[in-house]
Nanobody, 124 residues
Framework: QVQLVESGGGLVQAGGSLRLSCAAS????????MAWFRQAPGKEREFVAA????????NYADSVKGRFTISRDNAKNTGTLQMNSLKPEDTAVYYC?????????????????WGRGTQVTVSS
């Protein structure tokens, strides 16, 4: 089992920045790929970004490309999502996920472990 705990969410004005963190415990974090998803009220959970086991490979949703950066520190068992130039449409609960490497990283079913989420609210 891998336990994931997100932090760093909050209220920010449009154009601002937030940095989300995901703290992992349990099994060896470096054995798992990691991703961030988000879910807005009334909408399905959607892919945001993913990062490989080593951190050398990343993927992003088109909606956040160029604004968000995913990273990880395997020595500290943590992952981060740096979010810049935030927009009101970025408002959602953000979830950290861990699981095996998969070409279908954008699919929620590919991820075995999930955190409980952290709320991000962007005001206009």
């Amino acid at each position: 089992q891998v336990q994931l705990v997100e932090s760093g969410g909050g209220l920010v004005q449009a154009g601002g920045s937030l940095r989300l963190s995901c703290a992992a415990s349990g099994r060896t974090f470096s054995n798992y790929a990691m991703a961030w998803f988000r879910q807005a009220p009334g909408k399905e959970r959607e892919f945001v970004a993913a990062i490989s086991l080593s951190g050398r490979s990343t993927n992003y949703a088109d909606s956040v490309k160029g604004r968000f950066t995913i990273s990880r520190d395997n020595a500290k068992n943590t992952g981060t999502l740096q979010m810049n130039s935030l927009k009101p449409e970025d408002t959602a609960v953000y979830y950290c996920a861990a699981g095996p490497t998969s070409s279908r990283y954008y699919n929620t079913n590919q991820w075995n472990y999930w955190g409980r989420g952290t709320q991000v609210t962007v005001s206009s």
